[in-house]
């Protein structure tokens, strides 16, 4: 089973990038649970949310993770004020985005295996909009083989509608971007 | 057997699907966390023409149920759904439907009541519902939320019941959690459920009072038939358990055990903790421990008999209750020592306190509480909160 993180800020949409991963590994006949630790919801706050598959077996436990074997930071702010790497699995491996080269924040973050792709600037560039989700789940994809790009696709149109094709548009670019050493 | 198709779904969509597949006539209720995407859901199915009903907007959960309560009377199909401090405000009106006798089907996303103010899951609320009258059931996953929900209007409906039915599902551990589960076709649910018919409708042509005084001289004997009537349903609820399992391939019961075979220590909770119970019974399993698992799914009617039969060889009992009754201790487990006490004296059972406020129970919990029991009665205490830091 692989254990999943997802820290953003309220509005980011880390509780949907769950969901969506959540629904794609369904559809490819894994099981999933896909569940937010809502703070007070609050645009801007901190929001976790958790995440787990499993290709084989229902998944019994409800609990938070406190030991993923991925963390995704969708705000690398979050990295400056909370204890977010810590509980990272040895093994582990934390998908960050950041603008950052990926050498720098290797040496900021620590050791273990890490990717980092530039989300925002992919957000930015492809929606318009400092909306980084689905361009990190190209970049979580990317670094985990969680599921596979493909069986994304209809849950971004079911969940986005018009705006899906955008969206599948900056998942695949981040997809292409991201780094992973 | 139609299994359906498996989908991800969260527990508050697989509730409100459940509500379009029985195809109900009036929805009342008034949004709250962690409640809220059962009643967006179900709006959206209405006004997306889904779903063929008559969805009450109301100013609060006291009119929720008001509005309930009438639409139950001219012989509709009700549904509504609350959450902690909703709940609470509702409270009054909860217990008029179990007296009148109309079956309308609620969910609850279980949450903690303040203060402090907590959106988060624990069983506070339940706990305050205990004596309204109403068939009561716990769900620990969304397929059994959604089969808990598809059954409770069964058997609400029963001519032989007519009694409200709650299902009890956690906040956030299943109204906002995503996971794999078998959604039925919509044809196979209609052929569970019967053509509902009211048999005391309200009637222009036929004009009665409902919902009259009681005083003293009635008063006694109207709530001895209530209560005569509420612990006749039982058969019913086993049988309608019984028929679903045969339709749909899942089996419930009032209580469940789970590798209760050979153990002499039993853990008992309820709710959305249970699997992850289970799995902490594997682990103490593994150690060398005869630890076993038991679950109330039904709480009201109390299931008196099956508790027993499940506890016969069990020496040390544990109850994990997700709420304090202040001066009290663990609602849950002074109900389960009322009903053995005088059947079981040579077991001891302990009750913990835990997941208050959303606060988690984890495997480690479970072990600890075991563990802990294992000591008595060392223990001064009539219980223990766990988890708190000091």
Request: aromatic content about 8%.
């Amino acid at each position: 089973m692989m254990e999943i993180c997802i820290y953003g800020r309220g509005g980011q949409g880390g509780v949907t990038l769950a969901e969506l991963v959540a629904h794609a590994a369904i559809r490819e006949g894994k099981h999933a649970q896909s569940m937010p630790a809502f703070g007070p919801e609050r645009r801007g706050a901190p929001v976790l949310a958790f995440l787990r598959v499993n290709e084989t077996e229902r998944i019994k436990i409800r609990t938070e993770i406190a030991e993923p074997d991925v963390l995704v930071v969708l705000d690398p702010g979050l990295l400056q004020v909370g204890d977010v790497v810590s509980g990272l699995k040895k093994d582990g491996i934390a998908v960050v985005n950041t603008k950052k080269s990926h050498d720098e924040m290797k040496a900021e973050i620590g050791a273990g295996r890490l990717a980092t792709v530039n989300a925002m600037s992919i957000a930015k560039g492809i929606l318009g909009l400092p909306i980084v989700n689905t361009a990190m789940l190209g970049a979580l994809i990317k670094a985990t083989e969680i599921v596979k790009l493909e069986s994304l696709e209809e849950p971004l149109k079911e969940r986005f509608g018009k705006v899906a094709t955008k969206n599948i548009e900056a998942m695949k670019k981040a997809y292409e971007e991201t780094v992973v050493r | 057997m139609k299994k359906g198709k498996i989908v991800g779904l969260e527990g508050s969509f697989a509730i409100a699907e459940a509500v379009r597949m029985v195809n109900a006539d009036v929805i009342s209720a008034y949004p709250i966390t962690p409640q809220t995407h059962i009643v967006e859901r179900l709006a959206e199915m209405i006004a997306d023409g889904e779903l063929d009903a008559e969805f009450i907007c109301v100013e609060s959960e006291h009119s929720a149920m008001s509005a309930c309560v009438g639409a139950s009377a001219a012989g509709a199909r009700v549904f509504t759904c609350s959450a902690g401090q909703g709940l609470e405000l509702m409270h009054e009106v909860l217990y008029i439907p179990s007296s009148m006798r109309l079956p309308v089907v609620a969910v609850a996303a279980n949450r903690a009541l303040s203060g402090p103010l907590s959106v988060w899951c624990d069983h506070s609320d339940v706990m305050a519902l205990r004596d309204i009258g109403w068939i009561q059931m716990f769900a620990e996953n969304n397929q059994q939320a959604f089969d808990l929900t598809i059954c409770a209007f069964r058997i609400a409906e029963d001519k032989e019941v007519l009694f409200p039915a709650m299902v009890h599902i956690d906040g956030f551990y299943l109204s906002h959690v995503i996971e794999d589960m078998v959604l039925p076709d919509d044809e196979v649910v209609a052929d569970f459920i019967p053509e509902y018919e009211y048999p005391f409708a309200l009637d222009p042509e036929r004009p009665v009072s409902m919902g009259c005084y009681g005083p003293p001289f009635i008063y006694s004997e109207a709530k001895k038939a209530q209560e005569v009537a509420f612990e006749s349903t039982k058969p019913k609820i086993l049988e309608t358990w019984e028929e679903f399992g045969d339709t749909f391939g899942r089996y419930y019961a009032p209580v469940e055990s789970y590798k209760m075979e050979d153990a002499s220590i039993a853990l008992l909770t309820m709710g959305s903790i249970g699997e992850t119970a289970m799995l902490a019974v594997d682990e103490m399993r593994e150690e060398g421990k005869g630890v076993g698992l038991i679950r109330l799914r039904l709480w009201r009617p109390f299931p008196f008999t099956e508790l027993r039969e499940a506890v016969k060889d069990v020496e040390l009992l544990v109850v994990l209750d997700r709420a304090l009754s202040s001066g009290m201790g663990g609602p849950v487990c002074s109900e389960v020592k009322s009903a053995l006490y005088d059947k079981r004296e040579d077991m001891r059972i302990v009750g913990f306190i835990g997941g208050l406020g959303g606060r988690d129970i984890t495997i480690e919990g479970f072990k600890y509480m075991v563990n802990r029991a294992l000591e008595y009665p060392e223990i001064e205490e009539e219980f223990e909160i766990i988890g708190v830091r000091e």
